[in-house]
């Protein structure tokens, strides 16, 4: 069954939260890998959400293979409806279930390249699941991951968006108090995207083959806030975010902050967002 087990994802799969997963691109957030396709290569894309990276990756190894794993059949149906939904979808593609802390069902030396974009800050062992990454890996092949660093950076920083960072971080990593040296921001590990290399090496990687470079997300545009602060009003509202703030400790009273500073940090014509990604190749 595709979603035999719970997802670790603690944001969850609602379209409400997956609306900004869908936005992706292989040509945004994949950008860094294509230069390294070839058009034979199979790719396994893990974490792949609703599958708008996958697709795109499809296009650029037309002799070759995608094949997308996640943790649930939502996700994947939604996956396998943004593919149905394309002028000409490409029929190199598969989406099923896999859990790569799990063990995946592929042989060794299955894939040219193993992709992963925000999936490794999302599960409890980073290690663990790059060295299954490795395993299927095939001699030459590379995997890439790419991953935020946190904290992230507003502007303006109004109290409800720290408040929402503030919960956050709670959902990810556990705990919520950010002045405590024991909390995101203040210590690199819950900072995910300056860690992939070092993940990678204790997964057996050799550091002599690593590439390590870094890409930015920026939503400062009229159409950019407008998207981005509804996506995250969608989340609270309707994806289930509400009550996972609430058992962290929130309040309703810092619930509609953090909605009424979305809607301030949308309207004001200054207002930016910034995410800087870690993007990290591994040879085999």
């Known amino acids: ?68 794993v996640d943790l649930t059949g939502e996700v994947l149906e939604q996956a396998r409806q943004h593919l149905s939904k394309q002028l000409s979808p490409p029929s190199n593609i598969t989406f099923e279930y896999g859990n790569v802390l799990d063990g995946l069902k592929y042989a060794n030396s299955t894939f040219d390249v193993v992709f992963c974009n925000q999936v490794l800050t999302h599960i409890p062992d980073p290690v663990k699941a790059m060295q299954e990454m490795r395993r299927v890996l095939a001699p030459g092949g590379f995997i ?70 870094v890409g930015t997300e920026v939503r400062a545009s009229e159409q950019e806030r407008a998207f981005f602060s509804g996506v995250h009003r969608g989340r609270i509202q309707q994806g289930g975010m509400r009550e996972r703030f609430m058992t962290l400790g929130a309040s309703e009273e810092d619930i509609n902050l953090m909605i009424k500073d979305l809607d301030a940090w949308e309207r004001d014509i200054d207002g930016w967002f910034a995410i800087l990604h870690g993007e990290t190749m591994c040879w085999a």
């Open 144 to 213: 890439a991951c790419r991953e935020a660093d946190m904290p992230y950076r507003w502007y303006p920083y109004l109290p409800g968006l720290q408040l929402l960072d503030k919960y956050m971080y709670g959902m990810v990593f556990g705990g919520t108090d950010l002045s405590h040296p024991a909390n995101p921001p203040h210590q690199p590990e819950y900072r995910g995207g300056e860690l992939i290399h070092v993940w990678a090496r204790k997964a057996g990687f050799d550091p002599k083959k690593m590439l390590k470079g």
């Open 1 to 68: 069954m595709e979603d035999s087990k719970p997802s670790t994802y603690s944001q969850g799969h609602s379209r409400s939260v997956t609306a900004n997963h869908a936005s992706r691109t292989a040509e945004k957030e994949g950008g860094f890998v294509l230069p390294h396709l070839k058009p034979a290569y199979k790719i396994l894309d893990i974490g792949c959400g609703p599958g708008s990276i996958s697709t795109g990756f499809a296009r650029y190894v037309p002799e070759g293979s995608v094949m997308g």
